[in-house]
């Protein structure tokens, strides 16, 4: 059955537990030397209307390692949306590739894609959510745990943003009160959403057991975190909004020295990436022996090999020796007889 990850609430805390420790599986694989080629002779689709680093290298590199091939396409190369409908884009992708990945601000193209595709569409990021983001920091969380913690246990502090434009404070604010743990968002006056937005979260909550909050009092916040998370101050393409942003953040809602230090000692540092050091972060804390930027943005590669691996193996056609003797054997003697 084909599966589209859309967002990854649509997965069970099962799925999501089982998408983590094929993660770590393929990580351990590939770093002695040994992954195994689960995807061979299949191709992902790359849609990439937005400017990207992390995802553009990570899903490529994990077609490859797996056996695979990733497709780049760039909006402008291909006719998604332009002189070919989405359908029937979705259509043609469909009969062309195993899987197509698309990173754009338009989330109605992204759902209209899923609608129409016959192989699974992921969400490399839209608007509202980034749920491959999302998997691969639980692959990065799980990795480092406090000690006599699971998932379920933790505590995550969101410094940034609350409104709809958060796209990754969104999505580990559904998944993680779903696992049973705790988020809280710490924010300036003014930069929540409205309060329907989150209905997500109530119904995470009801789900998994764990909280949710939004203050406004980041020492507060990060009093019993187990890991202190920051997203951009502001946004590619609104420079615009560089000023004012600049004035409501900082210094307050900085992941500085001092903050820090307000922290558990064992409270660790994220960040989705790219970042502007010396903004949202000092450079103490990104270079912090405690911080797990750079883990996390290798884990985008593993991560995304365990998501390809669990939404594509399933799919792949598997001959038997034989048949596939039977074929080459066939093919072989036509080529001999007429060319």
Request: charged share 25%.
């Amino acid at each position: 059955m084909v599966r589209h990850f859309l967002d990854l609430m649509d997965f069970s805390n099962e799925e999501v537990y089982k998408m983590i420790d094929l993660s770590r599986k393929l990580k351990r694989a590939d770093k002695l030397g040994a992954c195994p080629k689960i995807l061979e002779d299949m191709s992902l689709g790359m849609i990439f209307a937005e400017s990207s680093t992390r995802t553009r290298i990570s899903f490529e590199v994990a077609m490859t390692k797996l056996g695979g091939h990733g497709l780049y396409l760039r909006p402008g190369e291909i006719h998604l949306g332009k002189s070919e409908t989405v359908k029937d884009t979705a259509l043609v992708m469909s009969r062309l590739l195993d899987a197509v990945e698309i990173r754009t601000c338009e989330d109605e193209d992204i759902a209209e894609l899923a609608e129409h595709a016959d192989v699974p569409i992921i969400n490399g990021m839209g608007t509202y959510l980034h749920p491959v983001q999302c998997l691969c920091d639980l692959v990065t969380m799980s990795e480092h745990l406090p000690e006599g913690k699971e998932l379920s246990d933790i505590t995550l502090t969101f410094i940034g943003d609350a409104t709809i434009y958060e796209n990754v404070g969104t999505a580990l604010s559904h998944i993680l009160p779903r696992l049973g743990a705790n988020f809280i968002y710490a924010v300036p006056e003014g930069y929540e959403a409205e309060e329907s937005f989150y209905a997500p979260v109530q119904k995470a909550i009801e789900e998994g057991g764990g909280t949710f909050s939004i203050m406004h009092d980041p020492v507060e916040a990060v009093k019993n975190a187990d890991y202190i998370y920051s997203s951009v101050m502001w946004y590619e393409g609104f420079d615009s909004d560089r000023e004012k942003r600049t004035k409501d953040f900082l210094p307050k809602y900085q992941i500085n020295e001092e903050l820090a230090a307000q922290a558990p000692d064992h409270a660790m540092f994220m960040h989705y990436l790219p970042a502007q050091r010396g903004y949202e972060m000092t450079d103490a804390i990104m270079d912090h022996e405690r911080s797990l930027l750079w883990d996390q943005a290798e884990n985008r590669l593993y991560g995304e090999m365990g998501l390809l691996v669990y939404l594509l193996e399933p799919l792949k056609k598997k001959a038997s020796a034989e048949v596939k003797a039977q074929e080459t054997a066939r093919i072989e003697t036509w080529i001999a007889e007429n060319m």
